[in-house]
């Protein structure tokens, strides 16, 4: 099938904007849209710059808008579209470097300050840190994210607020906060429920469905507001 | 805190006392009460409740439910430090030129 692949360009050496180019592809229904990019990349147009690694919807590095929705390119077939026009851009509300490529560093900032790590300073046990299957599965649906930042790119509070964490950010943070075993929520409550915390979520519900990985985002920030307002209040 | 906050910002980031909290709250609790507040406002009449303490829990609820929604959008969209404190207080100076003017008229009733 023929398809109209539009993409938006931009070299930051040439460009003062970014503008549309249109390519014209022989393509496959069961084509990925990361082939079509692939085929412009190998075969068209080598100054095509966009992020991809593993191709199989696991490391998170493929997220771009398209068709007006976040998603990954490795993981979105040219016949789920149903249209012969696909349109793709970055993901929005960071800055743009080079075509689909954005500067993640605001994205890992806010990750980096809700603490997604393990903290529990107790000397640790002879063998494991015992965790019941129910307490495990609490925050089974956390533990999902790759970071794609498909999710809070698709937050219209992250767009406009410069302060705000983001959804990704608070999935992790729910990672350890309803971990049986961590200890470190009194630091994460510090970043979470501050300016730029929970309270600037104002479920718009974007973030579910922009998810890759079928997480209930907005239902997990919900999770971190309840406990954080239970333990404060 | 290991860090000290060398900004207004990072301060208030770093704040125990959790205002954002309280405010989001209120926000939960105020929008419900107006609901029924303002269906008996507008549906059973102004005549019927002269109760003066109705009147004016209904428009301080309103108001400050109204007024903090708008610090929300500001706080979104106004990036620039001096433009969003003019903007902030005019609105928070409105508010309560607001609620006093509303208050001295059903004081009057």
Known sequence: MQITLELQRYNPEVDDAPHWESFQLEAEPMDRVLDLLHKVKWEVDGTLAFRRSCGHGICGSCAMMINGVNRLACKTLVQDLKSKTITIEPIRGLPVEKDMVVDLDPFFKAYREVKPYFINEETPPERERLQSPEERAIFDDSTKCILCAACTTACPVFWVNGFYLGPSAIVNAHRFIFDSRDQGNAERYKALSGGGGVWRCRTAYNCTEACPRDIPVTQLIEEVKRAIMFNQM | ?109
């Open chain 2, 1 to 109: 805190m290991a860090i000290k906050a060398r900004k207004f910002e990072e301060a208030r980031r770093q704040a125990t006392f959790n205002l954002e909290l309280a405010w989001w709250v209120f926000m939960r609790v105020s929008g419900l009460l107006l609901l029924f507040l303002l269906w008996a406002h507008v549906y059973i009449g102004p005549r019927l409740i002269s109760i003066k303490a109705y009147d004016i829990t209904l428009l301080a609820l309103a108001l400050l439910h109204g007024s903090n929604g708008l610090r929300y959008v500001l706080d979104d969209y106004i990036h620039n430090g001096s433009l969003r404190v003019i903007l902030k207080s005019t609105a928070y100076l409105l508010a309560a030129v607001l609620l006093l003017a509303g208050a001295l008229f059903v004081a009057k009733l």
